[in-house]
């Protein structure tokens, strides 16, 4: 009895206490990269000075994670196996075999991957960004190897897998322009309604509440197009990424105000009838007919 081991005593298999401290070595391992990789995105978050490039790190830090936890998953099973007797030299073999097989039928999955890696490295998408990919559109909710997951403005969620992503369109990089096309009569004075518009677009940029996302002053471009009712005037406000429709709203609703106080019609669609004219220049009458009253 005094040349029995602890372990002996307890009939407890070696094999199984090998297992066992490699899977919580395993579970250690994942807790520990775990806390590294935070303590890490906390040191890079708090030396970057814009929002973006902290989205960036923080959507970077999500993805180390999770390959840390398979390549770790991964070894600790290998070792596991080889502790209770099964060779892994054979399994490597046989997944290399069947991986060749695998691969062919999964080359849209191996796309996703090395498509995501890319997006990430080039930093094209973070989380929280406003996206367009695949004709979706809308918020990055979550970015990993396999896919993009979007919520549009009504709600709805969309998982977009990476290999199909071939144009990718940021809407949050950097700035954005607040795009305002204006309808004005053709009656109206565009020498007199320019005014106007660089009056409502100075009022918003003193606006103590939606100032602050407005970067430069109201850019006037000019006549876009004769519409059939309007004169069409394309404006633009430089703003705050992600600020450019609620400065659009904002504006459109000082501007209703504003062209109401001075008179300026905005159009409305109208149809104006022609008769037409004879070989002599001379119009038919229109041939009107009211109901007769009741005596």
């Known amino acids: 009895m005094e040349n029995t081991s602890f372990i002996e005593y307890l009939h407890i298999p070696k094999e199984v206490l090998r297992v066992t401290i490699i899977l919580a070595l395993a579970w250690l391992a994942m807790v520990v990269s775990r806390k590294l990789i935070g303590v890490f995105r906390n040191y890079m978050k708090s030396r970057v000075d814009s929002a973006e490039d902290g989205r960036r790190i923080e959507t970077l830090a999500r993805v180390f994670r999770y390959s840390a936890t398979i390549i770790i998953l991964l070894i600790g099973g290998m070792l596991a196996l080889s502790e209770i007797g099964i060779s892994?030299?054979?399994?490597?073999?046989?997944?290399?075999?069947?991986?060749?097989?695998?691969?062919?039928?999964?080359?849209?999955?191996?796309?996703?991957?090395?498509?995501?890696?890319?997006?990430?490295?080039?930093?094209?998408?973070?989380?929280?960004?406003?996206?367009?990919?695949?004709?979706?559109?809308?918020?990055?909710?979550?970015?990993?190897?396999?896919?993009?997951?979007?919520?549009?403005?009504?709600?709805?969620?969309?998982?977009?897998?990476?290999?199909?992503?071939?144009?990718?369109?940021?809407?949050?990089?950097?700035?954005?322009?607040?795009?305002?096309?204006?309808?004005?009569?053709?009656?109206?004075?565009?020498?007199?309604?320019?005014?106007?518009?660089?009056?409502?677009?100075a009022a918003l940029r003193a606006d103590p509440d939606i100032g602050s996302k407005i970067l430069d002053d109201i850019d006037i471009q000019g006549v876009q197009n004769w519409a059939d009712s309007a004169v069409i005037i394309r404006c633009r406000i430089k703003t705050v990424a992600l600020e450019q429709w609620a400065v659009r709203r904002v504006f459109l609703a000082r501007l209703k105000k504003a062209f109401d106080q001075h008179g300026i019609e905005i159009p409305y669609p109208h149809l104006t009838l022609y008769a037409g004219q004879d070989k002599q220049g001379k119009a038919p009458a229109f041939p009107v007919s009211l109901p007769q009253r009741e005596k």
């Open 88 to 201: 892994i030299a054979p399994i490597l073999g046989a997944a290399g075999v069947v991986g060749i097989a695998v691969g062919f039928g999964a080359q849209s999955l191996i796309k996703d991957f090395f498509n995501g890696l890319f997006m990430l490295l080039e930093n094209q998408i973070r989380q929280g960004d406003a996206v367009e990919v695949c004709g979706k559109i809308g918020v990055v909710e979550d970015i990993t190897l396999r896919y993009v997951r979007l919520r549009d403005i009504e709600g709805n969620v969309h998982y977009v897998p990476n290999g199909q992503i071939t144009t990718v369109t940021n809407k949050s990089r950097d700035y954005a322009h607040a795009l305002i096309d204006i309808g004005v009569a053709y009656r109206e004075d565009l020498d007199e309604v320019y005014p106007v518009i660089r009056a409502a677009g």
